[in-house]
Structure formats: C-alpha cells, structure tokens
C-alpha cells in the first residue's frame, strides 16, 4: 500500500469514519482481477469477507458476486478498470455464507497519473437490496392496477351484450308456448348468462384496489 494512503486509513478519525459508513469504499489497482489496496472494514458486515481477505487475495472480489452475475460483471469491470472515465455496474452479492443475497452498485472513479493512465481507481459499494424491493412492490402495485383497469374494461365490454341477451331472453319467454323442453332450455340460457355475470363481477372485486392502500404516484 502506497505510504501516503496507508498513513490516512490508520488515522482513528478516518478508521471510525469508515466503520460507520452506509457504504463501502475501496481503492484499488486497475489490474484484472482488481488488486485491493484498501477496502473499508463495513464491508464483513455486508458480505461476510474481512477487508485482509480482500487485500491479500484479489479473487475475493469476484467470489462475492453472485455466479449468475459473474461474467457479465467481469467483462464490464474488465473494460472499465483501464479507461480514465468514472463507471458504474449492478449485481447480486452473495455473503461469503452462500445464503444472503444483496443487490449492490458498484461506482469507480479513476486517478491519473501526469500522462492521463489509469494509476488507481477509488469508489464505493452501496447496498441496493431495500431500493430493489420497493422497485418490485411499485412494479407490483403498477400492473396490477392495470390489470384492475383492463378488467374493468373487459367487464364493461361484456356486460353490455349480456343485457341485451338478457332482455331478448324475456321476450322469448313470452313468445315461446309452454314447452318443457323449450322451458328448460331457456333456463339453461338465463343460468349461462347469470353464471358469465357473477364471474364479471368477481374478477372486478379482486381487481380492485383496497381502500387503505397506497396509490402509486402518477
């Protein structure tokens, strides 16, 4: 570790500040797998690996991500270490227990030496886990409000022709002479059209959306 950024993460004031911080931060070497200088001790809370771990084995860094995102977040981390340009990338964590998953966001900016090269990169890894899931409660309540608005749709739609089945139905009623078989089958009709409503009506009450609830901002 250069001596400079060594003598500042000993410093009490900064270790305390970095402890107690929301997020994690690293400074790293833009090799592939990323050489770890300094990372802040919060981050065995998160995932479960002591910061030692991270510096004194560069394939840690990839052992966290989460397999399903391993590659995709490689090759973007590959391609960006290198670049004198800030970068950010999205992916799963997986605690160093193999069970907890966190949604993390990883942001880099570079340091450049006199000639504009990639010397360093210092950033920070925020927890996303808590923003995911409201995203997905939002999206939830987004569709099924849709859902709720086709449905009414749909009931309108049906609805109207049923009426009209149903005033026609009347009429034959009394144009029909007494027949049992005539009777029964215009029975048939009136349950059919009376079991097609009551479903209507059904889909609307578990389409619609309870009055407690929380309406999404338009």
């Given at each position: 570790m250069d001596p400079e950024l060594a003598a500042l993460v000993e410093h009490p004031s900064f270790r305390s500040l970095m402890e107690n911080l929301p997020?994690?931060?690293y400074v790293a070497r833009p090799t592939w797998p990323p050489l770890i200088e300094y990372i802040s001790p919060n981050v065995e809370r998160l995932i479960g690996y002591r910061?030692?771990?991270?510096c004194a084995n560069p394939a840690v860094s990839l052992a966290c991500v989460h397999p399903d995102d391993r590659e995709r977040f490689s090759e973007c981390v590959r391609e960006a270490m290198p670049r004198p340009e800030p970068y950010r990338v999205e992916y799963r964590a997986l605690h160093k227990n193999g069970r907890h998953v966190y949604h993390a966001a990883a942001l880099s900016v570079p340091m450049l030496d006199t000639e504009g090269r990639v010397v360093r990169r210092h950033g920070i890894i925020v927890d996303m886990t808590e923003?995911?899931?409201l995203e997905g409660e939002l999206l939830r309540?987004?569709?099924?409000?849709?859902i709720g608005e086709m449905a009414a749709m749909m009931a309108h739609e049906i609805r109207n022709p049923l009426a009209g089945m149903s005033l026609a139905l009347r009429a034959l009623r009394g144009m029909v002479p007494p027949n049992p078989?005539?009777?029964e089958c215009l029975?048939?009709?009136e349950s059919c059209?009376?079991?097609?409503n009551a479903t209507v009506s059904r889909a609307l009450d578990l389409a619609k959306e309870p009055q407690d609830a929380p309406r999404a901002a338009r």
């Open positions: 997020c994690v931060v910061a030692e771990e991270f923003q995911k899931r309540a987004q569709r099924l409000a849709t078989g005539a009777t029975d048939d009709l059209i009376e079991r097609i």
